[in-house]
């Protein structure tokens, strides 16, 4: 493959989203919902679509490679599905090769947060540094991390499940099946929940009928008490887990993407609060900042994933 386009693929539990990139900027776009019914094969057709729509067959030669980012875990190593909790049927199933096969494209594979990370590092949030570690906080929480310059894969490459470190011997239940986890504790449906749960003292929340995350930032900005308390609770929280993050890693900053980043001013001086108040003497000083690339930094990532494997 001699061509200098790369196509970017991101596979969420809700969304698909295909980006064409040069010289690492996104020509064009494409997504459409997830055909999670569908399983692999679904899924497999309704890429096939999109990269026609982003590249005509006569046009392959063009690109050089197809980042695929994917909820993981997967095994990158394999490039192979292990399990992934949003999208069953998939267990086992070849990715890499069988995406490879359809389009004649190489392909190229990282579970979805590391590709964030690789995305943020080259050209967001992290640019510049050889060490962050990155924080996506949507309905769960994932994670990557470069140190010394490297991004770092792990055994089976899925290294970063971040969410999943215990803080409490109680509290709620993870999706994962243990008690007290970070993400159990502050993703955005741990907000959503403790939210549904503050809604009958909230003049704010109590007119809303489905609450979700955002409305707890909608209320704060609008003043609401118990909703500027929540988001107090859960800075705290995420002020928590990342002090544990940042005495794991080191890094430079910590990059906050996801959902609920899309509020980051509001909970910014609370999570630098708990990190001075929290770390030791060395670390006090990190600062935690809101991903560069907003929702594209997979896409970035995956692109960058082509960019910079060795020409084959
Ligand atoms: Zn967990």
Known sequence: MTGDRIIAIDIGGTQLRL??????????????????????????????????RLCPA????????IGLSLAGPIDTEA??????????????????????????????????AIAATLGEWRHGAGQGVQNIVYLTVSTGIGGGAVVDGRLLHGRKGIAGHLGHMRMAQDGPVCPCGTIGCFEALASGSALRDRAV??????????????????????????GDRSCIDLLAHEAMYLGQGITSVIHMFSPDRVIMGGGVSNGFDLLDSGIHDIIRRDA?????????????????????????????????
């Open 197 to 222: 749960e503050a809604a009958p003292g909230s003049d704010f929340l109590s007119a809303i009928p489905d609450i979700d995350a955002r409305h707890v930032f909608e209320g704060a900005r609008a």
């Open 79 to 112: 490039a192979m599905v292990t399990r992934i909790p949003t999208l069953p049927g998939w267990d086992g199933f070849p990715i890499g090769r069988a995406l490879a096969e359809r389009t004649g494209i190489p392909v190229h594979v990282e579970n979805d």
């Open 19 to 52: 980006a064409l990139f040069e010289n690492n900027a996104i020509l064009a776009r494409e997504a459409v919902p997830t055909d999670v019914a569908g399983g692999p094969s679904g899924v497999m057709d309704q890429i096939d679509m999109l990269v026609d």
């Open 280 to 312: 030791m003497p060395p670390f006090k000083g990190v600062p935690v900042v809101k991903a560069g690339l907003g929702g594209d930094s997979g896409l970035f990532g995956a692109a960058s994933l082509v960019a910079e494997a060795a020409p084959g």
């Open 58 to 65: 006569a046009r392959r030669a063009e690109i050089r490679g």
